[in-house]
């Protein structure tokens, strides 16, 4: 009986959570839809469906472009800020292959 209730609460805490993230995560996209112009805004879509991390580090970066411009950021200023973040981001690989 302990064990069915707790598993419970455990199952209510994640679905919680799930909510929550959910919820800032619209809230994010609202705010891009907000301060950037379409094809940027269509950009950072493309991009988180594509690469997580490099679209919440983006989208960071926009909202304090956007709060010291006080202007709607264009794609291609969006372009800017992804290449510059990928590569601070991007680790070069080398592969060196060694002859007997």
Not at 43 to 65: C, D, H, P, Y
């Amino acid at each position: 009986m302990e064990g069915e209730e707790e598993l419970k609460k455990k199952r209510m805490a994640e679905k919680q959570k799930e909510l929550e993230a959910k919820k800032a995560e619209e809230q994010l996209k609202l705010m891009l839809r907000n301060i950037l112009d379409e094809a940027g805004y269509e950009r950072m879509i493309n991009v988180k469906l594509s690469n997580e991390e490099l679209f919440m580090m983006t989208a960071k970066n926009l909202v304090g472009a956007y709060q010291r411009l006080g202007r709607k950021i264009s794609d291609g200023e969006v372009l800017i800020v992804l290449r510059s973040l990928k590569q601070r981001t991007q680790h070069e690989s080398k592969i060196t292959f060694e002859r007997k």
